[in-house]
C-alpha cells in the first residue's frame, strides 16, 4: 500500500471494514437530522433501478417513516422519480426498486423530448452535431433539472447517489447526476453499499446486476466496469487499503488526479489544488 492510496481512501472517507447496521443507522439519523435542520419535507431521487438510488431512496424513505411516527401530521415523504429516456430496458428493476423502497410518491417525468429539443437547439446555433458521448451527458443534466423542479415545488432536497467507487474515478456527469443537496451514500464503495442493501433484505438483483450509466444510445447498458476499464473489485480493494497490482493502482490514481476538478467547487483564484 503506497501513501497516495491511504490519502484517497481518506480523502473519500472510506473505512476499511463496515458494520452495515450501524451505518444505516448513523445514515438515516443524519438523514432525519437533517430535514429538521432545513425544515425541508423529505427527498427526492432519480430512481434508475441500479443499485445506488435504490439504496439512497431506500435511506430516505426509512428516514421519512421514522420521522412521520415521531412527529405527528408531519407530512415528511420520498420523492422517487422515474425518468426514462424514452422506453427504459431495465424497467422492471426500476419498479422493483420501487416496491422494495415503498416510496411515499412516484412520479415519471420520460426526458426524451427535453434532452431532444436540446440537443436540436444546440445543433441548430452550431450547425455541429452533438456527439453520442456528449448527449449522454445532457441526458443526466436533464434529470438533475428534473429533480431539482421536482424539489423546489414540493419543498424536497435532492439526493445524490455519490460514493466513493465512484468519486474515486470522477464517474459521473459535472452539475448531471452529480449534482443534488445531500449525499447518502457518501464514503461507502460498492462493496459496502451491496452489504448495507442486504441487510435492509433487498432483492438480491438489485445489487448483483452490473452498474451501467446507460447514457449512450450506440452502447445501451454498456457497463460502468468496461466504459471504465477497470472493475469496481479492483476500486473497492484499492479503497480497502488492499494491495492491488501496481499498474492497476497507478491507473486509479491517475485518473483520480485526472478528474480532481469534479470533486472540488469551481476553481478560483484562491485555489491552489491544481498547482500541484
Ligand atoms: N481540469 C479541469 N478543470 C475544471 N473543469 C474541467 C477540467 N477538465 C474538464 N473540466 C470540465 O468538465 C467537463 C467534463 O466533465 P463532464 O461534463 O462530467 O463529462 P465527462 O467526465 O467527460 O463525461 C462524464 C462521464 O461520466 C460518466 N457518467 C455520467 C453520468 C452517470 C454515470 C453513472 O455511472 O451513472 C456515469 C459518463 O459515462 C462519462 O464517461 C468539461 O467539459 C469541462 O467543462
Ligand atoms: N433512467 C433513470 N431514471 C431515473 N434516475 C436515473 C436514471 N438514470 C440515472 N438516474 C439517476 O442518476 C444516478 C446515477 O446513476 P448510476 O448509474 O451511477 O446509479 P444507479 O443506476 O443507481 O446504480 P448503478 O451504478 O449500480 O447502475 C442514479 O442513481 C439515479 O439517481
Ligand atoms: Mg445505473
Request: proline residues 4%; aromatic residues 8%; glycine residues 8%.
Amino acid at each position: 500500500m503506497t501513501n497516495k492510496q491511504r490519502e484517497i481512501a481518506n480523502a473519500l472517507k472510506v473505512k476499511p471494514t463496515i458494520d452495515a447496521g450501524s451505518e444505516i443507522r448513523e445514515r438515516v439519523d443524519f438523514l432525519k437530522k437533517y430535514l429538521l435542520h432545513t425544515g425541508a419535507k423529505g427527498y427526492v431521487l432519480g430512481q434508475s433501478g441500479g443499485q445506488d438510488s435504490t439504496l439512497a431512496g431506500k435511506l430516505a424513505q426509512l428516514a421519512v417513516n421514522e420521522l412521520n411516527a415521531e412527529h405527528e401530521g408531519g407530512g415528511y415523504s420520498y420523492m422517487a422519480v422515474r425518468l426514462p429516456y424514452g422506453v427504459q430496458s431495465d424497467e422492471e428493476d426500476a419498479q422493483d426498486a420501487i416496491r422494495f423502497i415503498g416510496a411515499t410518491r412516484v412520479v415519471t417525468v420520460n426526458v426524451k423530448a427535453a434532452v431532444e429539443a436540446s440537443v436540436r437547439a444546440f445543433e441548430e446555433a452550431t450547425g455541429e452535431k452533438l456527439s453520442d458521448f456528449l448527449r449522454g451527458n445532457v441526458k443526466a443534466r436533464e434529470r438533475m433539472k428534473v429533480q431539482y423542479d421536482l424539489g423546489a415545488h414540493y419543498r424536497l432536497l435532492v439526493l445524490g447517489t455519490d460514493h466513493a467507487a465512484e468519486a474515486i474515478t470522477g464517474f459521473y456527469t459535472k452539475h448531471g447526476d452529480g449534482a443534488c443537496d445531500v449525499a447518502p451514500i457518501y464514503g461507502l464503495n460498492k462493496r459496502q453499499g451491496k452489504a448495507l442493501l442486504q441487510a435492509l433484505d433487498c432483492p438480491p438483483h438489485l445489487y448483483t446486476k452490473k452498474p451501467t450509466a446507460d447514457l449512450e444510445d450506440d452502447k445501451p447498458g454498456l457497463p460502468d466496469e468496461d466504459a471504465l476499464g477497470q472493475t469496481y473489485e479492483q476500486l473497492d480493494d484499492y479503497l480497502e487499503l488492499k494491495s492491488v497490482p501496481e499498474d492497476v493502482a497507478r491507473k486509479i490514481e491517475e485518473r483520480y488526479d485526472r478528474t480532481e476538478h469534479k470533486r472540488q467547487g469551481p476553481v478560483t483564484v484562491y485555489d491552489e489544488w491544481w498547482k500541484a
